[in-house]
């Protein structure tokens, strides 16, 4: 164990990081954090004692702060440091106690928030509806209260759980501790028994809070699209008639009073919104109170309902379109085109007539896309959310879409933060991070990255070189070069069947509900992290650490570096490998791409993904030699394995006819086979299920090698002992190498800073 310090907002763990450590906190305190969610763990807190693999939530010091460390992958990791040392056993049971009660606390108050927000919203709804029938006024439709369902909890935490921790807390919390600090076991179980209790109850924590983001602007919205905007409408329309308006007014007070104690919004819109409310003059009421805002982007002369589309449901089209500079002409013709499309007795035929028109809607849509984006990025304003639906869904029509998926996708567009990371973005995300310098664009089928592309077009004549260094700065060049190239493609292949997509969002393509089918960041990172449990080097690669002044001149290091991953604007069924690092170094991520809505097993999706990345990037990094045994790597082994299975003794008459069927099924494409084996390894075979034969299984085991939980699970299995063994007899030497080179380091006057720590850690993983 060592103690460190850490000083006030210092990061002590992120979201989504491996978990490595514990740390009990012996002075100052720490902020546990996920989104409205805040826990304070004070003197004699754990921070990760609520974790599994990955950290859930935000680690922050709340004050400077000096934390103990101690490792932790596994409950053995608890035995080692409690091992002799009833003090210890104490203190920790004691912290972890503590802690699962103050969790449970916050946990009953997110129950009790989430509850009466849904009891408060359609209790106000109701009476809205009621309210406009006894004053015989027009109410309004508010389709977001058609899908408002209470929320129903995958990880609970039971009333016998809370009140146990309760009256363990409050009676008898010295002799339990007493009781059980005797024994190891019966510590380290009580430690572990809580623990996984709070990573339930966190987990649960998480749920409600998720729900209340999703559905907190069913009160108050940045679009002004919410119940506080129906309730004023109706009093200004009261006002105006001269009807006794205390009970509308009653409801708006006591609706002002839960939104400011719900504490979930942001205080500048809570502040503008009600203010505006409370100071407005209601003896000037006219019919013409202001709409929300997205209604003035509107074409003149348009009536446009309060969801934001024309009333008839069919003009988004026509917005969309003059949004985009078309013509009237013009614009008549796409709706005759998309008529036409509509019509056909099979929308999924592959006859000339069909596939003409989704030829023609693809050159509309795609040339639509460029010019709207350019709008938007010029006009530098937030897109309409009819806008937005078309540039992250592939909307273009209510009548294609469905009226009922319109108005969802609408809701959705209040959302996308869910769909928005530092590494996922939505199709629209990404050209912007293009647009605005953060990302380079990405290579075309030809595997010409950007500037590949225009040394290829000053080769070939069609630009003068003095135009080559304008060309690189110009950012909608860059734009266009990836929505001609990677955005085209990425989306016709990630719908999965090729010679049927059309990519404007159809109602045929959305086969499940929208809320099921649509891919968030959460579900990206959960299927990421599953094989990352599994296969934890898959995203780590070698890069170069240099400090010659202390002795290092050129040490290899391990760095994890997780894709970005862009959900493409179609309801589909394949992901895509694209890209295995994004420029020439190796420390710059990956680019996976997926579907942004799919009825598929995201899991399997990812496992193929990462299948597929595994392979390329070897392939890069090996160069020519990727495929030569000589130079030993995963490609050059595993070529060799298929290209001489027959002649090989180790494997099996029926092995033999596996690998051949294998061949004949990958369409004799070896990567296509590794792929299905890589599937296999980390589906079954991580599970002691066994599905490679031996030659397939010592080259993934080297090259993929297992977790340490997996690998200690597998060690008595006969088929793994060999290669286990050799596995642990290489990692312990390359740990007293790298411990021998930083001590040398060290005592130069060097500082092993994060990037070495995390060298030497994923040696222990």
């Known amino acids: 164990m060592e103690t460190i310090k850490v000083q006030k907002n210092q990061i002590i763990a992120k979201q989504?990081?491996?978990?490595?450590?514990?740390?009990?906190?012996?002075?100052?305190?720490?902020?546990?954090?996920?989104?409205?969610?805040?826990?304070?763990?004070?003197?004699?807190g754990i921070v990760g004692v609520s974790e599994s693999d990955r950290y859930l939530c935000d680690y922050v010091a709340r004050e400077d702060s000096v934390l103990v460390v101690f490792p932790y992958d596994t409950a053995d990791d608890l035995i080692k440091v409690l091992n002799g040392q009833e003090s210890m056993r104490g203190?920790?049971?004691?912290?972890a106690l503590k802690q699962r009660q103050k969790l449970l606390e916050t946990y009953a108050g997110f129950r009790n928030l989430v509850r009466q927000f849904h009891s408060f919203a359609e209790s106000q709804y109701n009476d809205y509806t009621l309210l406009c029938s006894q004053l015989r006024l027009d109410g309004q439709s508010f389709n977001r209260m058609d899908n408002f369902k209470p929320l129903d909890m995958v990880h609970k935490?039971?009333?016998?759980?809370?009140?146990?921790?309760?009256?363990?807390m409050k009676g008898y919390l010295d002799p339990y501790v007493h009781l059980m600090q005797k024994d190891d076991s019966l510590c380290i179980g009580a430690i572990m028994e809580a623990s996984y209790q709070t990573r339930r109850v966190t987990q649960g924590i998480i749920e409600m809070v998720e729900y209340l983001k999703y559905n907190q602007d069913i009160l108050l919205a940045e679009s002004g699209n919410d119940m506080f905007h129906l309730y004023f409408e109706l009093l200004l329309q009261a006002e105006t008639n001269n009807y006794d308006t205390k009970a509308l007014r009653e409801r708006m007070d006591k609706m002002a009073e839960v939104i400011r104690k719900l504490n979930i919004y942001d205080e500048k819109l809570v502040s503008e919104r009600i203010g505006e409310y409370?100071?407005?003059?209601?003896?000037?009421?006219?019919?013409?109170?202001?709409?929300?805002?997205?209604?003035?982007d509107l074409p003149d002369g348009e009536e446009w309902d309060d969801e934001g589309g024309k009333e008839n449901g069919e003009d988004c089209l026509a917005y969309i379109l003059t949004y985009a500079g078309y013509e009237e002409a013009k614009v008549e013709e796409v709706r005759t085109l998309i008529q036409k499309y509509g019509d056909l007795p099979d929308m999924l035929s592959t006859d000339a007539e069909a596939f003409g028109l989704r030829k023609q809607i693809s050159q509309m849509f795609?040339?639509?896309?460029?010019?709207?984006?350019?709008?938007?990025?010029?006009?530098k304003e937030e897109p309409t959310p009819i806008v937005e639906m078309f540039l992250n869904f592939g909307f273009m029509d209510v009548q294609m879409v469905g009226e009922e998926n319109a108005n969802i996708l609408y809701d959705l567009t209040e959302h996308l933060d869910c769909c928005n990371s530092d590494h996922v973005f939505t199709i629209f995300s990404w050209l912007r991070s293009i647009y605005q310098g953060e990302n380079e664009p990405s290579k075309n089928e030809f595997d010409l990255d950007y500037t590949g592309y225009l040394a290829e077009l000053r080769k070939t004549g069609k630009i003068r070189p003095e135009q080559v260094n304008e060309y690189a700065a110009n950012r909608e060049m860059k734009i266009k070069f990836e929505i001609q190239n990677m955005f085209t493609s990425g989306n016709r292949i990630t719908y999965g069947r090729i010679s049927t997509f059309c990519p404007v969002l159809g109602e045929n393509d959305l086969i499940n509900s929208i809320d099921k089918m649509l891919v968030t960041v959460q579900k990206i990172d959960e299927a990421l992290n599953n094989i990352r449990k599994i296969d934890f080097s898959v995203f780590y690669r070698e890069v170069m650490f240099s400090d010659p002044n202390r002795g290092i001149n050129h040490e290899s290091v391990m760095k994890e570096v997780l894709p970005n991953i862009i959900l493409m604007p179609n309801a589909g069924t394949r992901a895509q490998m694209w890209q295995e690092t994004a420029g020439v170094k190796r420390d710059t991520p990956a680019?996976?791409?997926?579907?942004?809505?799919?009825?598929?097993?995201?899991?399997?999706?990812m496992i193929d993904t990462v299948g597929r990345f595994r392979w390329e990037l070897c392939r890069k990094?090996?160069?020519?030699?990727?495929?030569?045994?000589?130079?030993?790597?995963?490609?050059s082994e595993y070529c060799d394995y298929i290209q001489f299975y027959r002649k090989n003794n180790e494997l099996s008459t029926d092995a033999k006819e596996k690998i051949k069927s294998a061949l004949l099924r990958g369409k004799n494409n070896y990567r296509e086979v590794f792929v299905k084996d890589y599937q296999n390894w980390v589906k079954y075979e991580s599970k002691g299920s066994f599905r490679l034969n031996k030659v397939s299984r010592e080259i993934l085991l080297t090259y993929c090698p297992f977790a340490k939980p997996i690998r200690e699970e597998l060690k008595a299995n006969p088929m793994y002992?060999?290669?286990?063994?050799?596995y642990d007899l290489q990692t312990a030497k390359k740990v007293q190498r790298i411990q021998g080179v930083y001590d040398k380091y060290v005592k130069a006057g060097g500082v092993i800073n994060a990037e070495l720590k995390e060298n030497l850690d994923y040696y222990s993983l």
């Open 157 to 168: 935490a039971e009333n016998w759980e809370v009140n146990n921790s309760t009256s363990l």
């Open 16 to 44: 989504n990081g491996k978990v490595k450590a514990w740390y009990l906190i012996l002075e100052g305190s720490v902020v546990q954090r996920n989104s409205y969610a805040r826990v304070v763990l004070e003197k004699e």
């Open 621 to 635: 990094i090996q160069g020519v030699h990727w495929n030569d045994i000589r130079d030993r790597s995963l490609t």
């Open 591 to 605: 680019r996976f791409m997926f579907p942004i809505f799919t009825a598929v097993d995201l899991d399997d999706m």
């Open 366 to 379: 795609y040339d639509t896309y460029y010019k709207v984006f350019m709008k938007v990025m010029k006009d």
């Open 278 to 296: 409370q100071t407005h003059d209601f003896s000037a009421a006219t019919d013409g109170y202001a709409t929300p805002q997205a209604e003035s």
């Open 91 to 95: 203190v920790l049971l004691r912290a």
């Open 721 to 726: 002992t060999n290669g286990l063994h050799r």
